[in-house]
């Protein structure tokens, strides 16, 4: 008898479904805890805290679909960051093209990672250490120290709700926009996430290019051997993990209205950027995952750290709880590859 469609979705996303469920579940019970309960102000504080991780982690994910890692990310991240504090401020004009610059120059690093290891023949975790350090340097000499400046008003309505985004550009009608109203508390933050991930992750998946980084993952011999292109794959992955570190980096500038060549910010973000490519169900064996997936293990994260704060949790004890769940989900993920003779079998 045939399975329906749902249940081999399911079976096929057993990682993501659990992240999705564990989130859920996390996220609900914060809510009843907090003083404030459900409410758009604490929506949007937490979307805040999120933004810049989840696109980090949607950066790490290409790279580890392929069996690799970039060490990278959190630096380029922080580069990104750095641009836009000098660019993303001014008139509108000046302000979009700053926005693109900084965008196009995190894509421009994750092209040289491509062309670095592709060319170079060099293991990804080499390469992107170097790189990493490279584009520390380059943030540094454009940020010497933490400051900068961004768009007042581009900083206001993109950290905050629909409504003040609406109302920060004339488009509220003094609060009587009747088609404002159903999604008017919604954080801001979180819409654009979504955004660049349905529009820019989901095209790419779905294009042949995509379809091939899983294939590496899961045998690059066999992708090879069926003509598959392997080195178009691996630059337009490394491309695509740039420009998501560029869009964390960007967001980033516009929320502190600044930029900070911090080399240990940097190094926060790529741990935390694999620990939530692992909680979201990527293997880091290659070959399963998504950036989706990635995006609620970032939201995992981040639900974690607010915990935290609610339950006046000793910061000594922070690290050794994180460590354990964090323990905990990379065994439960590795328990399901380890029993597969081959990764392919998980797409079965």
Same mark, same amino acid.
């Given at each position: 008898?045939?399975?329906?469609?749902?249940?081999?979705?399911?079976?096929?996303?057993?990682?993501? &479904?659990?992240?999705?469920?564990?989130?859920?579940?996390?996220?609900?019970?914060?809510?009843?805890?907090?003083? /404030?309960?459900?409410?758009?102000?604490? $929506?949007?504080?937490?979307?805040?805290? #999120?933004?810049?991780?989840?696109?980090?982690?949607?950066?790490?994910?290409?790279?580890?679909?392929?069996?690799?890692?970039?060490?990278?990310?959190?630096?380029?991240?922080?580069?990104?960051?750095?641009?836009?504090?000098?660019?993303?401020?001014?008139?509108?004009?000046?302000?979009?093209?700053?926005?693109?610059?900084? =965008?196009?120059? @995190?894509?421009?690093?994750?092209?040289?990672?491509?062309? *670095?290891?592709?060319?170079?023949?060099?293991?990804?975790?080499? &390469?992107?250490?170097?790189?990493?350090?490279?584009?520390?340097?380059?943030? =540094?000499?454009?940020?010497?120290?933490?400051?900068?400046?961004?768009?007042?008003?581009?900083?206001?309505?993109?950290?905050?709700?629909?409504?003040?985004?609406?109302?920060?550009?004339?488009?509220?009608?003094?609060?009587?926009?009747?088609?404002?109203?159903?999604?008017?508390?919604?954080? *801001?933050?979180?819409?654009?996430?979504? =955004?660049?991930? &349905? =529009?820019?992750?989901?095209?790419?998946?779905?294009? *042949?290019?995509?379809?091939?980084?899983?294939?590496?993952?899961?045998?690059?011999? $066999?992708?090879?051997?069926?003509?598959?292109?392997?080195?178009?794959?691996?630059?337009?992955?490394?491309?695509? @993990?740039?420009?998501?570190?560029?869009?964390?980096?960007?967001?980033?500038?516009?929320? #502190?209205?600044?930029?900070? $060549?911090?080399?240990?910010? $940097?190094?926060?973000?790529?741990?935390?950027?694999?620990?939530?490519?692992?909680?979201?169900?990527?293997?880091?064996?290659? @070959?399963?995952?998504?950036?989706?997936?990635?995006?609620?293990?970032?939201?995992?994260?981040?639900?974690? #750290?607010?915990?935290?704060?609610?339950?006046?949790?000793?910061?000594?004890?922070?690290?050794?709880?994180?460590?354990?769940?964090?323990?905990?989900?990379?065994?439960?993920?590795?328990? /399901? #590859?380890?029993?597969?003779?081959?990764?392919?079998?998980?797409? /079965?």
């Amino acid at each position: 008898m045939r399975q329906p469609a749902w249940q081999r979705w399911l079976l096929q996303n057993v990682g993501f &479904a659990s992240a999705l469920l564990l989130l859920t579940v996390l996220y609900l019970a914060y809510n009843m805890l907090h003083p /404030r309960g459900f409410s758009s102000a604490v $929506a949007i504080q937490n979307a805040n805290e #999120t933004a810049a991780i989840a696109f980090v982690a949607m950066a790490q994910t290409v790279p580890v679909l392929m069996g690799g890692l970039d060490l990278s990310v959190g630096a380029v991240m922080t580069l990104t960051n750095c641009i836009a504090s000098e660019l993303v401020n001014g008139s509108p004009g000046q302000i979009v093209l700053g926005m693109l610059l900084t =965008l196009m120059s @995190g894509t421009a690093f994750g092209l040289l990672n491509g062309v *670095v290891v592709v060319y170079g023949r060099i293991q990804p975790i080499i &390469a992107t250490l170097a790189t990493g350090a490279i584009a520390i340097g380059l943030a =540094l000499w454009i940020r010497p120290k933490p400051g900068g400046h961004v768009d007042g008003d581009l900083s206001w309505a993109l950290t905050n709700s629909v409504w003040d985004f609406a109302d920060t550009y004339g488009l509220a009608d003094g609060g009587n926009a009747w088609w404002l109203r159903p999604f008017a508390d919604i954080p *801001v933050p979180l819409i654009i996430v979504v =955004l660049v991930a &349905a =529009l820019v992750w989901v095209p790419f998946r779905r294009s *042949v290019t995509g379809r091939t980084v899983y294939a590496i993952g899961s045998a690059e011999g $066999a992708a090879f051997m069926s003509g598959l292109p392997i080195e178009r794959a691996k630059i337009a992955a490394f491309t695509l @993990g740039g420009f998501f570190a560029a869009c964390g980096g960007l967001y980033l500038a516009i929320q #502190t209205s600044s930029g900070n $060549a911090d080399l240990q910010q $940097a190094g926060a973000y790529t741990l935390n950027s694999i620990a939530a490519v692992v909680l979201g169900g990527t293997s880091l064996l290659g @070959g399963v995952g998504s950036a989706i997936g990635s995006l609620v293990g970032a939201m995992i994260l981040r639900v974690m #750290t607010f915990y935290f704060r609610i339950l006046d949790i000793d910061p000594l004890l922070q690290p050794l709880i994180e460590g354990i769940v964090l323990l905990i989900a990379v065994s439960f993920g590795a328990i /399901r #590859t380890l029993r597969v003779k081959n990764k392919l079998d998980l797409f /079965r």
